[in-house]
């Protein structure tokens, strides 16, 4: 009896062959697949994720770099809010771990100067372990007072962290100030 089933030329030379002449896996590479997939990954994470200028010195080489931010690009003072109200300019920033002793508020020549400092020391000694940690440092922002600010009436409050300093209006500026229409051209 005569086979009616037909095979499929093979090409030689061509994509498709390679892909039907590919050899099996023997059973030691199955066994390794998953795990030299898992080491290309770790591999290549470690590669891309390393500081500019160090170089593995067989790695492949990446076009991804990760530049790490230099220490005076940092930010150092806390960000603060300045808003103006009707009666008043209010300037508050997020101090947390400051209390009213680590703050100073100074007036000068028209300016007004912010400092903040903070020096933190836990140290915790147990039988098993010993942690020893210190945190620290300091800010200063410096901020052109308004005219028309009364100065005698500056007042600063420090409430869970968030420290608030109200310059208000004299009662000459609050006066000075005039609505404007718009009109049509």
Request: aromatic share 8%; proline share 7%; hydrophobic share 35%.
């Amino acid at each position: 009896m005569e086979d009616t089933a037909t095979k499929a030329p093979a090409e030689t030379g061509t994509a498709a062959a390679a892909e039907t002449q590919a050899k099996a896996p023997t059973a030691g590479e199955e066994i390794m697949a998953p795990f030299e997939s898992l080491r290309r990954e770790v591999n290549r994470l470690f590669e891309d994720f390393r500081p500019a200028g160090w170089r593995l010195p067989f790695g492949r080489p990446s076009t991804f770099e990760l530049t790490w931010p230099r220490l005076e690009s940092w930010q150092v003072a806390p960000v603060m809010d300045l808003v103006e109200k009707p009666d008043a300019y209010e300037i508050t920033a997020e101090l947390p771990g400051l209390d009213e002793k680590d703050v100073s508020i100074r007036l000068s020549n028209g300016n007004l100067t912010i400092k903040g400092e903070k020096n933190e020391e836990k140290e915790e000694r147990e039988k098993e372990y010993y942690i020893s940690e210190r945190r620290y440092g300091s800010f200063q922002r410096v901020f052109r007072v308004p005219e028309g600010v009364d100065a005698d009436a500056i007042d600063a409050t420090l409430n869970k962290g968030v420290l608030t300093v109200r310059l208000p209006k004299s009662p000459a500026a609050k006066q000075s100030e005039k609505q404007i229409s718009v009109k049509a051209g």
